[in-house]
């Protein structure tokens, strides 16, 4: 069933109706001149009615990458018709709105917005994964009495939105064309979202992993581009980002696999905005970067845990949304880390613990004990069997990759009446047969936030997602879910483990075994250095 809207800037706009909602899909907000170009700004449509009914195409990346996302969470959903991925026509994004009370969009209803950015690794992912339809938790919001709107987004991945080199600055091509695109898609939003039903002044930005990254670094912008903030699986100290160095050198191997090393640099770059779609992720050699990259711009410099964890101001870390985001929550999930599994370490079988012993050393040369500390805390040892061995490397990063990072951004939040900080802690155990079930794993929070598996889980787990849905609409309504981290405490929310009877809980403490974590890697970073430590893991997961 279709619906219109007449907006006062776009025209009329031809969307659907599901489940209770209007939904305006594949909406362009940025046009590009060519593949490595700036996005600029769409504006305005062309006149008559433009079909909003259909999602856009995607950015370029592996075709069938949702599939993967469906393993990771060891359950799928049925596909949308999307159309074949583009360089040129995929930055747009969808919009969720409430009906009103007259079956219409009330365009003066100045809802609160969230604006998801999905995860992926900056490598895949896209607006139109079912797992993110916004529709669900809108429905919900308007059962709740506190409607929202929501707004999923594509931007650049892989070559085209991480790629760079000094030749292509020359050339006018800035690097982190995707962190640049969700910026421009943020102002898109504020621009235009009144003519939805929203308020420009209520936007919450919202990402899971590389997602969840990459909000946490629009704190790094001097331009306010939302007034809360949720990231879950991943923040800033995810992962370093590319010294310009790291970036050069993935470039010239990129160049090479194109046979293109002979050109000029005006040759190399032509050659370069002509190859085949196609081309642009599947003849890139497997393991070259395509990652954000110091810019002194969108990527300041490098974080680390003592910037983050620190209320003072680090001239080389620079996080003005510090004081003009209103609220910043983080949620991480007992196992974040078993997607590594999947994206690496099964390939460091067999030995995979005698592999692991030998790097920690290399890394923790300079801090034997801790290494020793981290071995004999994680259970680790030279004749550690593979699956024994892997699932506590897993455990180990999970709590240095993820829960330490979650820490640290509670204790560096300014925590005031103005700048709030919320915790949470995501235990619930994958229910369905796979790999990993019964662990709290990677994605698997947000399969849940936004109730689009509610079929499919058991009744314990639909009152739990429930429940964290029902947070999430009221910290977009501005509200305080639960109470902030203050005064050093940081305490928190936990979700799960359901099959233990816990659906929900707020524990004041928030100390590591009040919330199913332990503090096994707190102690290690006390005794080396948390960066140290979180390098150590790094190492292992990138060189060895």
Not at 84 to 102: F, K, M, R, Y
Not at 496 to 510: D, L, N
């Amino acid at each position: 069933m279709s619906a219109t809207l007449k907006h006062p800037n776009l025209g009329e706009l031809k969307g659907n109706v599901e489940n209770g909602t209007i939904q305006f899909l594949g909406l362009k907000y940025a046009k590009l001149q060519d593949r490595f170009a700036a996005a600029e700004i769409v504006h305005k449509y062309d006149s008559g009615v433009t079909d909003a009914s259909k999602y856009g195409p995607p950015p370029v990346s592996p075709v069938g990458a949702v599939n993967r996302e469906f393993e990771f969470i060891q359950h799928s959903l049925p596909l949308p018709d999307v159309p074949a991925h583009s360089d040129l026509e995929g930055l747009n994004l969808n919009i969720t709105v409430p009906v009103g009370q007259n079956g219409d969009i009330d365009a003066g209803a100045k809802l609160p917005v969230y604006v998801f950015v999905h995860g992926g690794g900056f490598a895949v992912g896209s607006s139109w994964y079912p797992q993110y339809n916004p529709a669900s938790i809108v429905k919900l919001s308007v059962e709740k009495g506190k409607p929202i709107i929501g707004v999923t987004i594509n931007y650049r991945l892989g070559v085209t939105g991480f790629m760079t080199s000094g030749e292509l600055r020359n050339a006018g091509y800035k690097a982190n064309n995707g962190y640049r695109d969700q910026q421009t898609a943020m102002r898109w939003i504020k621009k235009f979202i009144g003519g939805f039903g929203g308020n420009a002044n209520e936007i919450t930005a919202v990402g899971e992993s590389a997602g969840g990254l990459s909000v946490t670094m629009f704190l790094c912008s001097k331009e306010p581009l939302m007034k809360r903030c949720l990231s879950t699986g991943g923040a800033t100290l995810l992962f370093k980002p590319l010294p310009l160095a790291a970036a050069e050198s993935a470039y010239q191997k990129v160049v090479e696999a194109f046979g293109l090393a002979d050109k000029s640099p005006e040759d190399r770059i032509a050659a370069l905005l002509k190859l085949p779609v196609d081309d642009l992720w599947q003849k890139v050699p497997m393991g070259v970067p395509m990652l954000p990259t110091v810019d002194g711009d969108t990527v300041p410099g490098i974080p680390d845990f003592l910037t983050v964890s620190s209320q003072e101001d680090n001239a080389g870390f620079l996080m003005p949304g510090r004081k003009w985001c209103s609220a910043l929550m983080i949620g991480e999930s007992k196992l974040d880390a078993n997607i590594l599994a999947y994206m690496g370490l099964d390939g460091r079988k067999p030995n995979v613990a005698q592999k692991f012993i030998v790097s920690i050393n290399k890394t923790l040369s300079s801090h034997p004990a801790a290494a020793a500390e981290l071995f004999s805390s994680y259970n680790i040892t030279p004749s550690t069997p593979d699956e024994e061995a892997l699932l506590s490397i897993l455990r180990f990063s999970s709590e240095i990759s993820f829960y330490a990072p979650a820490r640290a951004f509670a204790q560096g939040w300014p925590n005031t009446e103005d700048n709030k900080f919320f915790l949470y802690h995501f235990n619930e155990g994958i229910p369905w047969p796979g790999r990993f079930q019964g662990e709290a794993g990677h994605i698997l929070d947000v399969s849940y936030l936004f109730q689009n598996y509610n079929e499919h889980l058991p009744e314990e787990g639909k009152k739990l997602a429930r429940q964290y849905a029902e947070d999430f609409i009221n910290f977009v309504n501005g509200e305080d879910p639960w109470p902030p981290v203050q005064n050093g405490k940081l305490r928190a929310r936990v979700y799960g483990p359901s099959t233990e009877g816990v659906i929900a809980k707020y524990v004041e403490s928030g100390k590591p075994e009040d919330v199913g974590r332990t503090d096994r890697a707190m102690k290690l970073g006390e005794m080396a250095g948390f960066d140290n430590i979180l390098e150590a893991f790094q190492n292992f997961l990138q060189r060895y």
